[in-house]
C-alpha cells in the first residue's frame, strides 16, 4: 500500500471476486476479518548541527531522514525555536525552510535555545530531531539612575551611585567613569560620543555600584559618565554610556579644631578646651561642641560665639558617659 499518510491508523479486510463468464458482474465473497494498523511518523532529520554563532544569530544545518523513501516528495522542513532560559516549553518561533540549513536570527545575546527540526511532507510533519546552543557575549546596555549623592560632595571629592544594565548580554566584569572638568561658565565638555570610552578616569568591579571621585578642585564644576564592560577573551564589549551628571564641588574647608581635652571634671559640668584648625580658610565665628551619650543616641550642641578656645558647660547628668567634638 503507497500514498499513506504518516503516523495514520488505517484498518483493512479483504474480499474474494468470481467472475462470471463473458465479463458479467463479479460476485464478490463476504469480507474478511478486518485487520488495523498505523502508519510510522516520517523520521527525525539526521546530523543536526550549529556554526557560525554570534550574539544575535546561529547557522543551522541537517540531512534527510535516512529512512524516508526516494520517491517521497519533501514540501520542506519546520523549524521550531525555544528559548531554554525563559520558558523551555514555549516556542517562540516556527520557520519553514525549502532547504537543509538556514540561519537563526534576532536572537538575545548569551542566551541558551533549542532548535527542533522535522521533515513535513505535505501538510503531514514528521519526528522531531534537536539541537541546544548558547549565543554569544554582547555589550551589556547602557547603566541606569546614575547621580552624584549631593550629602557626598566636598571640596575634593564626591561619590557617583548607578544602577546595573538591564540587560547585561553576558557576564559584567566592570564600570568604568570619566570626570571632564568644565573650564569656565560658559565651558563645554565632551559629548558621550566623543568619549574615548577605553580611557576612563576610574575602574571599579561590576560586584559594586558606587565609587568615590577623587583629586578635585574646590567649586570646580564637573560633569561625569559611566559605562559598563564584558569582557571576552581579552576583548571589552562596552555598553552606551550613561550620562552625564553635572555637580559643583564644594569650597575648599577648613581643618578641624586640634587636641580637644577636657578638665574640671564635676557631677554636672566639666571644662573642654582645643587648639586652633591647623588651616583656616577665611575668618572664625564660632566653635561648636557637640555632646554624646546613651550609646551616641542623644546629642546636645553647644555653641561658643566668642571663638574662644575654651568652654565651660553645665547641666549634665551625674555619673554619665560623654564623648565631645569641637
Known amino acids: 500500500l503507497h500514498n499513506l499518510v504518516q503516523a495514520t491508523q488505517y484498518s483493512v479486510w479483504i474480499v474474494a471476486v468470481n467472475v462470471q463468464e463473458g465479463s458479467q458482474p463479479e460476485l464478490p465473497s463476504p469480507s474478511s476479518d478486518i485487520a488495523v494498523f498505523t502508519t510510522t511518523a516520517y523520521q ?17 544545518a541537517w540531512q534527510r531522514p535516512l529512512t524516508l523513501p526516494k520517491e517521497v516528495t519533501v514540501s520542506g522542513y519546520v523549524l521550531d525555536v525555544y528559548n531554554k532560559d525563559k520558558d523551555p516549553s514555549r516556542r517562540i518561533r516556527r520557520l519553514t525552510i525549502t532547504g537543509t540549513e538556514t540561519t537563526v536570527e534576532r536572537l538575545s545575546p548569551y542566551s541558551s535555545y533549542l532548535l527542533k527540526v522535522a521533515v513535513q511532507v505535505g501538510n503531514a510533519v514528521g519526528q522531531t530531531g534537536s539541537v541546544s546552543f548558547k549565543t554569544k557575549q554582547a555589550a551589556p546596555s547602557a547603566p541606569t539612575k546614575l547621580a552624584v549623592d549631593s550629602q557626598t560632595i566636598r571640596s575634593r571629592t564626591a561619590t557617583v551611585t548607578w544602577k546595573p544594565p538591564s540587560r547585561p548580554n553576558g557576564v559584567l566584569k566592570n564600570y568604568r567613569l570619566f570626570v571632564r572638568a568644565v573650564v569656565s561658565d560658559n565651558g ?9 570610552l577605553t580611557d576612563g578616569n576610574l575602574t571599579v568591579s561590576s560586584s559594586v555600584t558606587t565609587a568615590t571621585l577623587s583629586s578635585l578642585s574646590p567649586t570646580g564644576k564637573y560633569s561625569v559618565w559611566v559605562v ?16 552625564p551628571v553635572h555637580f559643583t564641588t564644594h569650597p575648599e574647608e577648613s581643618t578641624p579644631p586640634r587636641a580637644v581635652r577636657v578638665s574640671n571634671i564635676t557631677a554636672v559640668s566639666v571644662t573642654v578646651s582645643w587648639n586652633k584648625p591647623a588651616k ?47
Open 44 to 60: 527525525k532529520p539526521r546530523n543536526i548541527a550549529v556554526s557560525n554563532r554570534t550574539a544575535v544569530s546561529v547557522k543551522v
Open 188 to 196: 563645554v565638555v565632551p559629548s558621550g560620543s566623543q568619549l574615548d
Open 228 to 243: 559598563a564592560i564584558n569582557i571576552v577573551v581579552r576583548t571589552e564589549l562596552i555598553s552606551p554610556v550613561a550620562g
Open 280 to 326: 583656616v580658610l577665611g575668618v572664625v565665628s564660632q566653635y561648636r561642641l557637640i555632646f554624646r551619650w546613651n550609646g551616641g543616641q542623644r546629642i546636645k550642641l553647644w555653641k561658643n560665639h566668642q571663638t574662644r578656645l575654651e568652654m565651660t558647660v553645665g547641666k549634665l547628668l551625674p555619673y554619665t558617659n560623654y564623648s565631645v567634638q569641637v
